[in-house]
Structure formats: C-alpha cells, structure tokens
C-alpha cells in the first residue's frame, strides 16, 4: 500500500471512530459534527484520486481540510422545527397591528433562540403594500441574520 493510500486510509478510519463519538439527536451542533465528520472524509477520498507520492499525500490533507469546513459549514444550519418557529416569528410580526418583536426558543437545543422584528415600515412597491421582518437567531453561538419581504394580499401580510 503506497504512502498516499496508508494516509487515506488513516483519515477515513480517523473520520469514522469520531463519528461514533458524536451524541445522538437532530440538533444543530450534531448537524454541524456530522457535517463536518463526512466532508472530512469524502474530501480525502477525493483527494487521494490526485497526485503521486508526497503530492497524493497533500492532496489528501487538503481534500480532507477543505470537506470538512465545507460540511461543518453546511451543518451549521437550523433544524426544520426550529426553522418552522423562525418563520412564525416573522409571519407574526409581519401580521402585529403594531411594531413589535417576537421572540423563540428552540424546545431540544438550548443554545439555538432568535426573534424576529420589523426592518422597515409598510410602502407602496409598485402596485403592492410591502414591508420587511428582519430575523435574527443565534445558533451555536454564532448570529445569524436573514430579511424577508411581506406584501398585503386579502387583509393578510404573505411572504413575498
């Protein structure tokens, strides 16, 4: 077994027992782990394709740095419950009579809250009655900030 395919092979066994250590559930940090666990190793499986010798080894490395931030990044998102309060928050103060801010709790992941307020007063867009929500919700300890556009249709402010 060459040099390039000992190391790949360390990193996917590496990548593998790490992942048994992950603690169960759908939460944002377990996301954000199995994110990070399985582009790691598909980054080193696909880096060990290119190259010979010490390149196949950077190749390794490399693919294996680059997957990882990449999954971990991808990971780092809101699960659909916690997405699903987000997008109530918005639609409620989108909908309020009055400016206000609407504040969630995600029920199975201490660290993921936000709440939603208004980023701008209602205006004429064209032919439409619009305003937007500014959403903004901590995950892992990281801000997240999102705007969202509602227009008056039927006595109701939709997401546009």
């Known amino acids: 077994m060459t040099r390039g395919r000992r190391l790949a092979a ?3 066994i590496s990548a593998l027992a790490l992942a048994g250590c992950q603690t169960t559930g759908d939460g944002p940090g377990n996301n954000q782990q199995s994110g990070f666990l399985l582009g790691g190793l598909a980054g080193a499986a696909a880096g060990a394709q290119f190259g010979s010798g010490e390149g196949r080894l ?3 490395v490399v693919g294996a740095l680059v997957g ?5 990044a991808i990971g780092a998102s809101l699960d659909d419950a916690d997405r699903l309060r987000a997008e109530n928050a918005a639609r409620q103060v989108a909908n309020a009579p009055s400016a206000g801010v609407v504040h969630w709790q995600s029920e199975k992941n201490k660290d993921v809250h936000g709440w939603a307020e208004p980023a701008s007063a209602a205006a004429l867009d064209g032919d439409d009655l619009c ?19 509602f227009c008056l249709q039927d006595g109701r402010w939709t997401e546009a």
Request: hydrophobic fraction near 40%; glycine fraction near 10%.
């Open 10 to 12: 360390a990193v996917a």
């Open 131 to 149: 305003k937007q929500v500014k959403s903004i919700y901590y995950l892992s300890g990281q801000e997240q900030t999102e705007t969202k556009r």
């Open 68 to 72: 990882a931030i990449a999954g971990g």
């Open 58 to 60: 950077v190749a390794v």
